[in-house]
């Protein structure tokens, strides 16, 4: 007779959310509390005011060791880490971005939540049960987006060798594929967009019930989807 795996819950968690200020970010927050979190820490730069006792406003800057090592230091209780915090560059263009543009991308979409989930390993990994959730996007397999797609492409890499590292140890990783939200970053952009409510739903749902990506929507599954075909079924304009 086999034994049920437990899967990670909401309820009970002490969960850190990286760019809380933001429109999803601050949705990780609410659905967080609203699953039975017992605490969150709001991260940010300049973190806001929330009125809400079970919400700890913490500095982070994500690109910072110090303020990481910091962050690390006065959340040593932390069960779930959501690493939400990214940057769009000034160009979707490589012929076009410059080489500090090309650099600070890489720094926060990739470099910067490899770095929180390794410092913050030793805090998830000493509970029985922990989780990490890796925000990607459908950019990490559809390159419209120059430097942001190569970003995000990079942080599904290393999200599926940490996934490797760290189940043994018993932290359950989650990769999120999502298109356009309806969120400041995406303002400018025409065409459906999901809202970072839904969004969010859906990421705790896979994370209670165990599951390790998220296709957040129609357009992501597509995608995913033509990975498997010839290049040019997911680029036709090669065609041309």
């Known amino acids: ?3 049920p795996v437990p899967t990670p819950a909401l309820a009970g968690a002490v969960v ?3 760019g809380a200020n933001g429109g999803i970010g601050s949705a990780f927050v609410a659905e967080a509390l609203a699953r039975g979190a017992v605490k969150v820490y709001a991260t940010a730069r300049t973190p806001r005011t929330w009125d809400d006792e079970r919400i700890v406003p913490l500095a982070l800057d994500i690109l910072d060791p110090a303020s990481v090592a910091a962050a690390v230091a006065a959340a040593p209780d932390v069960t779930v880490l959501i690493n939400n915090a990214g940057m769009l560059p000034p160009t979707a263009s490589f012929l076009e971005l410059s080489a500090d543009d090309l650099r600070a991308t890489m720094e926060t ?3 910067a ?5 390794t ?3 030793p805090v998830l990994t000493s509970h029985p049960m922990s989780v990490l959730v890796d925000m990607h996007s459908v950019a990490s397999w559809y390159a419209f987006g120059g430097v942001y797609s190569a ?3 990079a942080l599904w890499s290393a999200t599926n060798s940490l996934r490797l590292e760290l189940a043994p140890k018993g932290t359950h990783v989650v990769g999120v594929h999502v298109g356009y939200v309806d969120t400041a970053m995406a303002a400018g952009v025409e065409g459906p967009k999901l809202s970072p409510a839904d969004l969010v739903r859906q990421v705790f749902d896979t994370v209670e019930a165990g599951g ?3 296709i957040a929507d129609e357009f992501t ?8 075909a010839p290049v040019e079924a997911l680029y036709p304009e090669l065609r041309a």
């Open 109 to 111: 979409n990739f470099v």
């Open 212 to 214: 390790y990506e998220v």
């Open 113 to 117: 939540p490899v770095l929180l989930a």
């Open 1 to 3: 007779m086999s034994v």
């Open 151 to 153: 970003s995000k492409a």
């Open 119 to 121: 410092a913050f390993a």
């Open 221 to 228: 599954a597509s995608v995913r989807a033509a990975l498997a």
């Open 16 to 18: 850190l959310v990286t």
